[in-house]
């Protein structure tokens, strides 16, 4: 599985962006698609995601201002992102959760300046 992000940049506070990602090769392996995000000196980690179906889970610092959906007839995952804050800077990268494997995307630069 390939997993192709688009989106990303750089945004004041308060802002919004939206990222994308199109998944190709055995997509019919795939089971969840969502995000990750890589801040500055920390790990990476999921901060939204659909494990399965049409449940939606969230990290806590970013639930009800990011919103993460998938569109299965395109094979994408969207990150619809509003009132961003600095500490959502970091690299956000695409996963697919494919058999018993993660599979991550290459990363996408999101920065928020105050």
């Known amino acids: 599985v390939q997993l192709q992000a688009f989106g990303g940049g750089s945004v004041q506070a308060g802002g919004s962006l939206r990222l994308s990602c199109t998944a190709s090769g055995s997509i019919f392996s795939i089971r969840g698609m969502g995000w990750g995000r890589q801040a500055p000196g920390k790990k990476r980690g999921l901060v939204a995601w659909?494990?399965?179906?049409?449940?939606?889970m969230y990290l806590a610092s970013v639930k009800g201002r990011f919103t993460v959906s998938r569109d299965n007839a395109k094979n994408t995952v969207y990150l619809q992102m509003n009132s961003l804050e600095p500490d959502d800077t970091g690299v956000y990268y695409c996963?697919?959760?494919?058999?018993?494997?993660?599979?991550w995307g290459q990363g996408t630069q999101v920065t928020v300046s105050s």
């Open positions: 659909i494990p399965g179906g049409t449940t939606t």
């Open positions: 996963w697919a959760a494919v058999g018993s494997s993660d599979h």
